[in-house]
């Protein structure tokens, strides 16, 4: 069956005290083989303002800490699907 972020944050052991909720990346493999990345806001999905996002094979969550900046994530994110475009799928 497929999750929605929640219930995948949820069954990881939920959030830390100090993570972002206003800021989850959730990184996406494109059939290309590249990575799409979306900010998600945690915060507005459970109370209903947005869709909740549902996972597709192969994402990603990703949950920074609040200080955090988007420029430091992205860093981070474009040195890990570096790394994984080296792995044969």
Not at 3 to 19: F, H, K, N, Q, R
Request: aromatic share 6%; proline share 7%.
């Amino acid at each position: 069956r497929r999750y929605t972020v929640y219930e995948a944050i949820t069954e990881s052991g939920g959030l830390m005290p100090d993570s972002d909720k206003k800021r989850i990346l959730l990184m996406r493999r494109t059939p290309e083989g590249s990575y799409t990345s979306t900010v998600l806001k945690l915060d507005e999905m459970i109370a209903g303002k947005v869709p909740m996002e549902v996972l597709a094979p192969g994402d990603q969550i990703i949950i920074p800490e609040k200080k955090w900046t988007l420029t430091k994530i992205m860093t981070y994110v474009g040195m890990i699907a570096g790394v994984r475009g080296l792995r044969p799928y």
